[in-house]
Nanobody, 124 residues
């Protein structure tokens, strides 16, 4: 069983930056690919970024590629999402996710665990 807890959300002006963190419980963190998803009001949850268990492979949605960076620290059981050049359309609840295969996490079919979410609001 893996428990995920997100933090770092908040209100930021357009063009600003924010760093989300996700702390995971358990001793097998490095065996899980990790991902970030988001859900805006009235919209479906969508993939944002993912990283393999070793951290050697990363994946991004086209909408955030070049602006967001996903990273992980396996020694601290944490994954981060550095968000820069934020836009109003980035406003959403951001969820941390864990699964055994990064590619399946990207497609959301291989997510075994979800966090509770953290709110990000970008004012224009």
């Amino acid at each position: 069983q893996v428990q995920l807890a997100e933090s770092g959300g908040g209100l930021v002006q357009a063009g600003g930056s924010l760093r989300l963190s996700c702390a995971a419980s358990g001793r097998t963190f490095s065996s899980y690919a990790m991902g970030w998803f988001r859900q805006a009001p009235g919209k479906e949850r969508e993939f944002v970024a993912a990283i393999s268990g070793s951290g050697g492979s990363t994946y991004y949605a086209d909408s955030v590629n070049g602006r967001f960076t996903i990273s992980r620290d396996n020694a601290k059981n944490t994954v981060h999402l550095q968000m820069t050049s934020l836009k109003a359309e980035d406003t959403a609840v951001y969820y941390c996710a864990a699964g055994k295969e990064a590619v399946r996490v990207v497609m959301a079919v291989g997510v075994d665990y979800w966090g509770q979410g953290t709110q990000v609001a970008v004012s224009s």
